[in-house]
């Protein structure tokens, strides 16, 4: 890929942050939250990225691909470690940042906004809060039971997770959507991107995805009305998977925030329609 950069931060604790940036050195940064089990190999939209003078920044969330493994990670400590990330990236000690986060990458979005670290956030077909009342009663038991383990046994859920695979996760992504999500999902050069990643989202014995879905899956706790952004949640009419009722709960929990659903995308909007969100991010 053009323009593509290996990245690295440190912790006050000496953990190690990996990532990489793609697009021009110069361009206006925004940093991509990526979904589950992916690393910073996953990327959308990078033919564009020069054309828009945007430089995409990822990061391995702590225990995927080359990130340190940290056991006691939190919504809150994961947030604060993309902080470091940008800092040390673009070279400022504050400042803000554009975030887009997909899928179930999209809690770490909003905990950056929370933590007042967003510069304007767009989540794109965000993974819902299942442990929320009022989305937990929208969906059927066998949707709710991983999340509810999670909620009062935890340890359980996760040995349940700990048993996923890189195959398992491509599989289940598959076997979850809709068919012409799947289709796509199948397609080159998404296919190959998609397994790479996977790939490096499992090192560590999967040790960072586990942790990232027991978050994900657990109530979130974020005082939402501390959101100061602007942030847009964006779905396709198709999308089966992130959200009951595709995210118009999520989008009136948030001061603000508008939606929009696109009638001709389903839950690989991310990808379909990158030159819209990126000129939405852009401009």
Known sequence: ???????????ADGRVLSGTSYGPAGGRPVLFVAGAATSKLMTFGSDLLSTLNLQLLTMDRPGIGGSTPDPTRTLASTAA???????AVLGEQTGKVAVVANSQGSVFGLALACAGG????????????????RIHAMLPREATMLSDLAQTKPEEAAAI?????????????????????????????????????????????????????????????LDLDA???????????????HSP?????????????T?????DAGGALLWTHAREILESVAA
């Not at 998404?190 to 790939?199: A, G, N, P, Q, T």
């Not at 009722?245 to 925030?257: K, M, Q, S």
């Open 227 to 241: 959101i100061d952004c602007t942030v847009q949640v964006l779905f396709g009419a198709g999308d089966i998977t």
């Open 118 to 133: 967003a510069d304007g956030l767009t989540l794109v077909s965000p993974a819902d809060e299942i442990a929320h009342p």
């Open 259 to 263: 939606r929009r659903v696109f009638p």
């Open 161 to 221: 997770l700990a048993g996923f695979s890189a195959h398992a996760m491509e599989e289940m992504v598959m076997s979850g959507s809709g068919p012409e999500d799947a289709g796509f999902y199948r397609r080159e050069p998404f296919v190959s991107l998609y397994r790479r990643s996977l790939e490096e989202g499992f090192n560590n014995g999967g040790a960072g995805y586990v942790r990232d879905t027991l978050i994900a899956m657990r109530t979130w706790d």
């Open 1 to 11: 890929m053009q323009n593509e950069r290996q990245q690295q931060a440190v912790t």
């Open 245 to 257: 009722d595709h995210g118009e709960t999520l989008t009136g929990r948030i001061p603000g925030a």
């Open 81 to 87: 470690d993309y902080l470091v990330f940008v800092s």
